[in-house]
């Protein structure tokens, strides 16, 4: 039984109960929601791990991207970087390695945390191969079922580049045509193959094996934008189209799904891409890589991704993928992670200060902070931020006797408000 | 004669001219819109400065805020501030500083850099009493004169802070009440001394003094939301509507000015803030500091104020004020200015991406970019950033020998694409 299955059925199962508690909803809504679709929760039978929802009057959730590269393989590199993204409050973590023993890179991560784990097992088919075009589809798929079997609790597959969609890029004038890993892969396949994509042309299967496992598919962005100018395409429509149906066949395999997007877009963009996906694909969860606003600030892209992620959230966005600092330049360190998920998160939260049903909750936060501000009161403002130690250090380190900040010392705003209200009061 | 007066005569002057040429716009229509007030070229006729357009089709621009305070007195930290934030392409700059000689600062400053100069005089008035509640009017505007005299381009008044808004606030049930500093001297000021604001009851009387020198008019926001609870509430609309009727009688008086704005908004009403204050203020150049959409991040508001910043810019907003990973916390670094000048300088750029009139400029730029990424040139890549400086440290940490960067290496997605359209061109 998957939990789609049961949800179908109107069973509230442990994890429907969980995800309620910790978001304080009611379990029987998170069960019609997966029912439905529209909330996913990534648990592969095979592996016991936190319980997060993604979706509908969800809190806005955070994956951070881990994962050796051909030039950079330290297993215990790659650990340390999932144990900080979770320490840092990410809700997910994906392993993205292509370089070293992917197995047991995989294992050692997904042992070192307790947040689900998604993996995008093409990336594994194409790594063991002398060249990417050298696989065959039976190694693409052997790759998603070594991976469900392993307990990885949601799959990047790029079902949505096909004859169809390159049909629409060839017809287009993008500046930089793929730039998804995985879509690469595919496209670079399909064209030295002369056949459709494996992952769409035999979906069924792919979805056979997911529901064995109940490993949710996250149906990737292979055709995503790469750059601001080919952000909102035809190419990118097309996908989101693909996606949608295939949405609905994974809905009817009971299998949970959400679905991938940009990429690089134009804040004036994003409100289309994100209710077009929403839309197109009836409402599975979203999940997107950014967006990021500028292609011009690289060294900075976690902070391009922060501002696409914020406001993609407040337009429905139900999960955003961390950015970071070295983002088109370099295999991220741990800083980098470190700082793309303290990032991503205030982007989720800000978000979350925006959305229906997350209001409220999420102000309350803001609240608190805003009353030890007016009363000076630190300890309590750093144990409320988002990075307290961040903040405490940067207090500190510039100190003043006042009692406010360095920046203002006694002329403190809140200081001289604060006894203005008191001689008021008592002149009354 | 100021230049507004030369606008409504329509005369095109040399600083319409040269703003014209750094835009690419008409000099004709710069006119047209200083003479409307909806352009504010910012230049004491006492200081030769960078000739600079802020409003109406022109690029978004950025300002840093830089001076000592109280507990931090280091006039050659702050020139080197003021030269790292030119260096980083700040636009304008702002010298707040309340500690030490701050006729020696402002004119160090002054003398340091070529951007034009923004100066709060009330600072000073205030810094030179026991008690900021001891000055008097005469010492207010007595302030406004010097600093007119030394050559400053801007100046800000919270004229906006008066008993009608006093009494919006005092009906409404703010939690951070006034979080400007100015804003704050003004409030305490009036309490204590029971009168209203100088600056608002003798407007004209200022308006005097600019006209003499030909300085602009910053009309602050002493009113604005120091967080998210706050904002959007009664007392900010009331001061944005007398910031209407006193930008009225700016541009009556010949005197060109911008206003303030908030502060601390969530992302959800920025489109209402921004259109509001534009509304209200007759379209005048809106110039904001973020607006920041969280609370819960200090250490980090200079990002805060980047995501606030990109959406404000697309909703219309002109000019946006920098605030650094020090905000609420401590007197920001040189560091911390560079920051943030950079951090802010994105959120200008990824506006202008969704601006009309600045789109195409802005988008052309981001184009060049991602042919430099298709084509993996590095050096080119490099020469476009915002800070190509770190994004090759980055790279240049982690390097590989694929050419592409260590994320990927030969599995990069430019590379294999870029080698599968050979194939199929090869194959035709």
Chains 1, 2 share one sequence.
Not at 127 to 151: I, L
Not at 299 to 324: E, Q, R, S, W
Not at 367 to 383: C, E, I, K, P, V
Request: hydrophobic letters at 40%; one cysteine or more.
């Amino acid at each position: 039984m998957t939990l789609m299955e049961d949800a179908k059925k109107g069973v509230i199962t442990s994890e429907m109960e969980a995800v309620a508690r910790s978001e304080g909803v009611e379990a029987k809504m998170i069960c019609s929601c997966i029912a439905k679709g529209t909330i996913t929760i990534p648990n592969n039978t095979q592996r016991e791990c936190r319980l997060i929802g993604i979706g509908k009057y969800l809190s806005t959730k955070v994956n951070a991207n881990i994962g050796t590269s051909r030039d950079y393989i330290n297993i215990d590199d790659e650990v340390e970087k999932a144990r900080t993204a979770q320490a840092y409050g990410a809700d997910a973590i994906m392993d993205l390695s292509t370089g070293g023993d992917l197995d047991l890179i995989r294992k050692r991560i997904m042992d070192a945390v307790e947040l689900p784990i998604g993996s995008v097992p093409i990336y594994q088919a194409a790594a063991s191969q002398k060249a990417v075009v050298d696989m065959t589809s039976d190694d693409m798929f052997n790759a998603v079922r070594k991976h469900a079997r392993d307990g990885v609790d949601f799959v990047t597959v790029h079902a949505g580049v096909n004859l169809n969609s390159i049909q629409r890029l060839k017809k287009g004038d993008r500046i930089t045509n793929i730039v998804s890993r995985g879509g690469s892969f595919t496209y670079a396949w399909m064209i030295h193959n002369g056949e459709d994509n494996p992952f769409y042309s035999e979906y069924d299967y792919l979805l056979d094996i997911a529901r064995e496992y109940d490993m949710a598919v996250s149906l990737g962005d292979g055709m995503r934008p790469g750059c601001i100018h080919d952000a909102s395409d035809r190419p990118s429509f097309m996908e989101f189209i693909t996606l949608g149906e295939l949405v609905k066949r994974t809905r009817e395999a009971d299998v949970q799904c959400f679905v991938e997007g940009p990429g690089h877009v134009p804040i004036d963009e994003i409100e289309l891409s994100v209710k077009g996906m929403k839309n197109l694909c009836d409402n599975a969860p979203l999940y997107l890589l950014g967006p990021l606003v500028t292609d011009i600030a690289p060294g900075y892209d976690h902070i391009t991704g922060a501002i696409g992620g914020t406001f993609a959230g407040m337009c429905g966005t139900d999960f955003l993928c961390m950015t970071t600092p070295a983002e088109h330049l370099a295999l991220p360190t741990n800083d980098d992670i470190r700082e793309g998920t303290i990032v991503t998160k205030i982007a989720a939260h800000a978000a979350d200060l925006a959305k229906e049903g997350q209001k409220e909750r999420a102000r309350a936060i803001d609240d608190r902070m805003a009353h030890a501000r007016r009363n000076l009161d630190w300890d309590t403002q750093f144990s409320i931020a988002i990075d307290g130690e961040r903040a405490r250090q940067i207090r500190e380190s510039r100190i003043t006797g006042s009692g406010a900040c360095s920046m203002c010392g006694d002329l403190c705003a809140m200081k001289i408000v604060n006894k203005a209200l008191e001689e008021e009061e008592e002149g009354k």
